[in-house]
């Protein structure tokens, strides 16, 4: 098709015009995703669990699976990245793995600790208010408006024991462990008397305060529906239809199939 000369221009001047004010997107470097998940993860140990990083020397490792394999994520098609952090003071050391799914913190736990790190604040004696004021700050610094539908189940525990609180579709516990020293919090998902896997949790040392680990997958998980329109058997064939692709992804060949304990979760 011709164009007369004029308009050749104008649609010219009309793309280099949209080109600069829709620009298009470009996926992000390695090194960028570094550098973007590395200040999350400091964020993190500095203003939530309130480390003092400048107190400390502090090493850091990027582990990712994109070089490798940019066109396969390792854990069911989602990006992981990991940071493994060392935090030395004198004779004291902690190791930190902070754990990241398509560019959101997933996991934290400490691997090793030798000592405690210094911290920037004082941190209560009283769990209960400790991990209140833990989920206060990670929900300004990490953007968490759930963690309002987190933070009322708190309010119904006056001591610390082995109890659960169920209400609002979700299912609250806490575990006490005397022997390891630890106190765990937990949320699931409950629909029709179904729980799921625990969508958010944390642990904190009866010791020292430290906080142990802690795991976020509410905004990665989304709860789905208990009504049944399958039967067993025909769950069971998706499920070996699913498995055997991902095999064939790894590039694996399948030499047996065999049943074993069938669990159903509502996620």
């Known amino acids: 098709m011709l164009m007369k000369k004029g308009h050749l221009m104008f649609m010219m ?45 502090v090493s850091y490792k990027f582990i990712t699976d994109r070089n490798a394999r940019p066109e396969f994520k390792v854990f069911s098609k989602h990006a992981t990245d990991t940071i493994l952090l060392l935090l030395k003071e004198e004779n004291d050391i902690i190791e930190i ?41 990670y929900k300004n610094f990490f953007n968490a408006p759930y963690c309002n539908k987190i933070l ?20 609250f516990g806490v575990y006490v462990d005397i022997k390891d020293n630890y106190v765990d919090f937990s949320w699931r998902h409950v629909v029709n008397g179904l729980r799921s896997p625990p969508i958010f949790g944390f642990s904190i040392s009866t010791v020292d305060n430290l906080l142990l680990h802690f795991y976020d997958g509410w905004n990665l998980w989304k709860i789905g529906s208990s009504e049944v329109r399958v039967s067993k058997d025909e769950a069971i064939n998706i499920a070996l239809k699913a498995a055997e ?21 509502c996620c």
């Open 97 to 137: 793995s902070v754990e990241f799914m398509d560019g959101m913190l997933e996991w934290y736990r400490v691997l090793n600790c030798q000592g405690k790190p210094k911290m920037k604040f004082q941190h209560s004696l009283d769990l209960i208010n400790e991990a209140r004021t833990f989920l206060e700050r």
């Open 152 to 171: 009322p189940f708190l309010e119904e525990i006056n001591v610390l024991e082995n109890s659960t609180v169920e209400k609002n579709s979700l299912v």
């Open 245 to 265: 692709g991902y095999v064939r992804e790894l590039g694996a060949e399948i030499v047996r199939v065999t049943a074993t304990k069938i669990k159903l979760y």
């Open 13 to 57: 001047v009309l793309a280099l015009l949209f080109a600069l004010v829709c620009p298009q997107s470009r996926a992000q470097s390695i090194e960028e995703i570094e550098a973007v998940e590395r200040n999350s993860a400091f964020t993190f140990l500095r203003d939530v669990i309130g480390i003092d990083m400048e107190a400390c020397d």
